[in-house]
């Protein structure tokens, strides 16, 4: 058979060693600060049953009716997670919770899969750092979760080890709506469809199906001769009962208690059909049409929809390629420049001379056994070879076991930065690495 070489999927990439550190970054971040206001990390599948997401995300959004990846095996159609929300609530509803606990902070970073048309900032396969509050109608969870998005945006940046380097005043905006729930949201959809009908012809395809399908999402087509038709249409505000008018208004206050900014704005209308009430999207201008770096919101139906009890819930998903897009785009970072530092093996374990192939191996593997990161040659490099690849490698110290020192129960120490080089006792080296690295 011809040989070839295979690439990864399209819209499917790897993460490289050398990128690993900008997204590590990213992950200790949304560790740090979940763990710091309580949530526990869940790590729910990623093989759901289709019909629990055409039940969440609902029948007629993209993502269901375009986008899921699946599979049929046997009897069971399965796809392949496109969001987060979904299965955290069937795990919640599946592990018991809503009765033993209902009120669970709960967060989650892994991958996600939607087949998308593959674009700047929009992969088939991307990481989302997704943060659910099961169990809770309480307005300050609202406000809890959306600082949480934005505090990660901002501690990112602070975390960057770049002089100067942080996300301005202006390069993000937190955006702000409210879906309104049952009777208001139905009244406003009404009045969304009566405004919109006369002017259906002159949108573009993909609305003039919306307009069918789900009429609220017409309102978030970015096509600039739709987005001048759509100027004026009502907003849900307006249709607000007094009850949900009250819920968002307290959520503003507790988000003013905390000093974040927020702009209300009534073209946020969301992708997925679960949202209730609170919705948000945060949005780093930079990057355009496809500037949302985090969406999410109130879904306070869908535990009773996946067959729990009436329990509020609130949470969102940041998208790690919108925020790594983000941090190179204001071009205060190179992805090649390490910025994030890789870590090399400490010690390079070099062998001077002939025959000490396992002499070698054994060290390293000692060193190893005590906490002390440590590589060697594998080529049969010469000395001098092996030497110029240890101080290339970045590694702090060589340590160099020839016939001499092997004979003499000693090894040869040498500090790569500044030459400086002395003998030792071999069964000593741990204990003098450790005193000097600590
Ligand atoms: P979403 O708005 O569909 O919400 O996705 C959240 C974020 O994931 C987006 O703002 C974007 O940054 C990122 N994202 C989405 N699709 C892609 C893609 N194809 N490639 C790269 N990044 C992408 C949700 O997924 C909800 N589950 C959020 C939520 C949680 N609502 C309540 N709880």
Redesign the pocket.
Known sequence: MERRQFRAPR?IRDVLPEEIPAWRLLEETARGLAHLRGYREIRPALLEEVELFTRS?GEVTD?VQK?MFTLQKGESALALR?????G?VRAYLEAGYASAAPLQRLFHIGP?F?Y?RPQK????M???F???VLGSLDPRLDAEVVFLAAAFFESVAIKIKVPGFRIERGELEVRMNSMGDGDDRNRWKEAVRSFLAPTMAEHCELCRARFERNVLRVLDCKNPRCKELNAGAPAILEYLSAENRAHFERVQEYLRVLGLPVVIDSSIV???D??TRTVF??HAPALGARS????????DHLIAELGGPELG???????????LLLLNELKRIDPKETVFDEIPALVFVVGAGEGLESEVFRLAEDLRKNEISAVYDVEQRSLKAQMKLAGKGGHRYAVVLGGEELARGSVQLKELQNGEQHELPRAGIVAHLRAREV
């Open positions: 819209g995300v993502i986008e496109p969001e987060g929300t979904a955290i996600m939607r998308e900032g929009r992969e088939r991307f990481t989302q997704d943060v659910e969301r992708g997925l679960y949202y999207e945060v949302a770096l985090c969406g999410g919101g109130r879904y819930a609130v949470g969102f998903a940041v998208g790690f390629t919108s925020t």
